[in-house]
């Protein structure tokens, strides 16, 4: 979905989408170092895997410090990267990042200690068993731009949490971003070469890193069609792949549900970040019997947004990225109003005399069903309003997606708001709020369908950066009955021992023993042989 980035001489050039001016410039890492800074990263790695939890704990919590300390600056750069406003940048990326950071100090050492695994059968009962959860090595991060700090250092962070290397290449839009992640764990004092940065295209340094030996697993965030080139090239080697990918947020607004709030959920749900969040809302399920206040309100509200270069505080919405996404999202509009679409609000650019990519937050009514603004992920302000005739319906029409990142339901009745969000397809579900639980990362995030699989954050980002190994101790006493020599009193026994344990009720089980005993004796028999 991003546009080619701007080259010049080996450089890659960030570009402000609110003025097209320069923002700054770094160096693009050559395909053929890639390698070199994957070993080196795995060097950093078999020592730091050694560490105790403590001292990941405490790198961890510099980052946060450093990251405090350089919360102006980076909040700038991000804003004249992406264009999104300055509140977002404390929202959704320093808090965000904060949060997790804290979270993974804070919790690691409870999460990743080694879990005793009970072993209650008769048969095993002697054994002392264990799961460790290992690094897996060096991972290999892949961002989209939309988050250019938010997904790439709570992903790093998870990454060296849990004694693993992060080889992290930002998205090629927001490089100068993408460069503070190594620099606040330099500044954390992280062990040199433990989080490195590549920077460039996807289909070149992307491609190079999914492609490493060394790296042991990538975690992909982006568009659902690269995940599928990269998950495919991973295969080639059977690397292991998380997959964050697009969505298409559906919101369900029940018959009793509070209007106002829903309203203005919906209007920050759809056109935060220009529209441009992967669990962003798109689609709008209103009942019936509130559809039409729903729809005249979300308009008034849209139209009161206000756009502009989201260096200045009062901004609401600023650019897309890129003209090419621009393109793409009135595109869509137009196809859907060619084919009879009511425009509720917006629609066009606003007359702002900025040069950049700017679009009006457009509601869309009416679409009908043929609609482009139907199936594909629209990423842009654009949302679509619909009635719908019950909860069931809503349902229905909500789960008839290819995608299943994120969905909210918008009820007075907790209770009623349980039983939908148990019947929607997604990674969250979120009751009169939307996807709030990125910034709470005790909770997981990922999706079902095309949204991807596996999951970043919350213990499960942990473990899905872990290799879990069972290990055992026993004292090798006794001599488990199912090894060599077979013979038909084994047999008998192995009978005998399946209806003993496993069969209906004590009669049964007894029945069993009796049947079976002499086979049952030779095997105890042989449990004890020394
Ligand atoms: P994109 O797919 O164009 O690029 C994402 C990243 O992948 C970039 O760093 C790019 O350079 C790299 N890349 C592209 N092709 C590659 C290839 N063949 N091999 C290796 N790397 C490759 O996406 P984008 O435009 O940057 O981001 C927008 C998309 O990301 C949207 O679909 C959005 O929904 C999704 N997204 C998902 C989540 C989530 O958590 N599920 C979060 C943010 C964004």
Known sequence: MSATPLFAAGELVSVDPATLREVGRVVATEPEAIGEIVAEARMAQERWAREPFEQRSRVLRGVARALLDAGEEIAETIVAETGKPIVEAYTSELFVCLDNLIWL??????????????????????????????????????????????????????????????????SELTPLTGAWVEELFRRAGAPAGLVR?????????????????????????GSSDAGRAVARRAAERLCPVTLELGGKDPMLVLDDADLERAVEGALWASFSNCGQVCSGVERIYVDASLYEPFVARLGERARALRIGRGSDPRTDLGPLVTEMQRARVEELVADAVERGAAVVSGGGRPPLGLPGWFLEPTV???????????AEEIFGPVVIVASMENESDGIRRANASRFGL???????????GRRVAEQLEAGSVWMNDHAYSY??????????????????????????????????????????????????????GFR????????????????????????????????LRR
């Not at 879990?115 to 460790?132: D, F, G, Y």
């Not at 899905?464 to 055992?472: F, G, I, P, R």
């Open 105 to 170: 100090a804070s919790h690691l050492g409870r999460v990743l200690r080694p879990e005793r695994v009970p072993m209650p059968q008769l048969h095993v009962r002697h054994k002392s068993a264990s799961l460790r959860y290992e690094p897996a090595g060096v991972i290999g991060i892949i961002s989209a731009w939309n988050f250019p700090l938010g997904v790439p250092l709570t992903q790093a962070a998870t990454a060296v949490a849990a004694g693993n290397a992060a080889v992290v290449k930002p």
């Open 197 to 221: 940065i590549v920077q460039g295209p996807g289909e070149t340094a992307g491609d190079a890193i999914v492609r490493q030996r060394g790296i042991h697993r990538v975690v992909f965030t």
């Open 364 to 374: 869309l009514a009416e679409v009908p069903a043929d609609a482009r603004v139907h």
């Open 406 to 416: 994120g969905a909210s339901v918008w009820t007075r009745d907790r209770q009623r």
């Open 439 to 492: 910034g709470a990362c005790q909770a997981p995030w990922g999706g079902r369908k095309e949204s991807g699989y596996g999951r970043t954050h919350s213990k499960h980002g942990l473990y899905e950066m872990s290799q879990v190994k069972y290990t055992d101790a026993d004292r090798g006493r006794l001599t488990p009955p199912w090894w060599y020599p077979y013979s038909e009193e084994v047999v008998d």
């Open 496 to 527: 005998g021992a399946l209806g003993a344990l496993y069969g209906d009720g004590v009669r049964g089980r007894a029945a069993a023993l009796v049947a079976h005993r002499h086979g049952l004796v030779a095997l105890g028999r042989r449990a």
